[in-house]
């Protein structure tokens, strides 16, 4: 009779989660996420050039812990990653990447990170800065992007892998960070 209530409850804790977001399969890859608004960048040109200035950095502005530098975006794939979200981001608003463009800008990575905090209730954190420089824009954007956050592609009560939580906290903050860029681009002066 109590494996029966067991089950009984099991079933309906599982059938009241609502979506179970993204499911129990192993690892969902990086993801290149749409802005949470439209941006229209009317149809505006830049060369961009990307740097990779992480170096040594162990931590980013916009947080208090230090970056896990032992992880998979350590290398060839962060980079590879940040560069594909923010061109995505900038043609998907858009834009277009021209290397011919007089509108030059070097976009320079410092930090993309995760990190699951917590023993019994893990809070997943995605970590990313890089700082823009032009002659019409310098700024650094930053994001510490938790699962307890509004615009955060998982919910602190989805069922999933610790690698699936971490990869989609990544790409929220990658997609939050450079969706306040591409805003910042399309009120520039840029003609």
Not at 1 to 13: A, D
Not at 69 to 78: D, F, K, M, S, V
Request: a neutral charge; charged letters at 25%.
């Amino acid at each position: 009779m109590s494996k029966l209530v067991t089950l009984l409850i099991l079933g309906l804790f599982l059938c009241s989660c609502g979506p179970l977001y993204y499911g129990y399969l192993p690892g969902t890859d990086y993801k290149l996420l749409q802005p949470t608004a439209p941006i229209d960048l009317r149809g505006k040109s830049f060369a961009v050039e990307f740097k990779d200035g992480r170096g040594q950095n162990d931590k980013i502005d916009c947080s208090e812990y230090t970056l896990d530098r032992e992880t998979e975006l350590e290398g060839a794939l962060g980079e590879r990653y940040f560069r594909e979200a923010v061109t995505s981001m900038i043609q998907g608003a858009h834009g277009k990447i021209d290397p011919a463009s007089p509108h030059k800008m070097v976009v320079e990575l410092q930090g993309v990170s995760f990190k699951l905090i917590g023993v019994v209730y893990g809070v997943a954190h995605g970590f990313v800065q890089f700082k823009v420089t032009s002659p019409f824009l310098n700024k650094t954007y930053c994001s510490d992007m938790t699962d307890n956050d509004e615009d955060a592609p998982l919910k602190w009560y989805s069922l999933v892998t610790r690698k699936t939580a971490s990869r989609l906290m990544v790409s929220g903050s990658m997609r939050r960070a450079t969706e306040n860029f591409v805003k910042d681009l399309a009120s520039s002066p840029v003609q």
